[in-house]
């Protein structure tokens, strides 16, 4: 399993940025995105399997998780961005169909990670 993310930079508040995560090796499962801020712990953001996507409350309604089958392209859409939006964001993947709960301990494969900082 390889998962490659893209996609991240710098934004003001209020601005929007699309990460994108290609992978590999990945059969039908769970794929999400989790972020890390600065002296935080990984959080999850979103997820995505068969059953449809989860969001973590903090991002609901500006944040959208997509997957592009042909693709094997996991993509996250991040609107109205906020400061406390600023972190690493990971793309990572679990063989299991269910996403939530999304804790870190869930899923075995991690990207390398992608900056996203809103100012």
């Known amino acids: 399993v390889q998962l490659v993310e893209s996609g991240g930079g710098s934004v003001q508040a209020g601005g929007s940025l699309r990460l994108s995560c290609a992978t590999s090796?990945?059969?039908?499962?769970?794929m999400a995105w989790f972020r890390q801020a600065p002296g935080k712990e990984r959080e999850g953001v979103a997820g995505?399997?068969?059953?449809?996507?989860t969001y973590a409350d903090s991002v609901k309604g500006r944040f959208t998780i997509s997957k592009d089958n042909a693709k094997n392209t996991v993509y996250l859409q991040m609107d109205s961005l906020k400061p406390e939006d600023t972190g690493t964001y990971y793309c990572?993947?679990?063989?299991?169909?269910?996403?939530?709960?999304?804790?870190?301990?869930?899923?075995?494969?991690w990207g390398q990670g992608t900056q996203v900082t809103v100012s």
């Open positions: 990572a993947y679990r063989g299991g169909s269910l996403c939530a709960p999304l804790d870190t301990g869930r899923f075995a494969y």
């Open positions: 090796g990945v059969t039908v499962a769970c």
């Open positions: 995505i399997s068969v059953f449809g996507a």
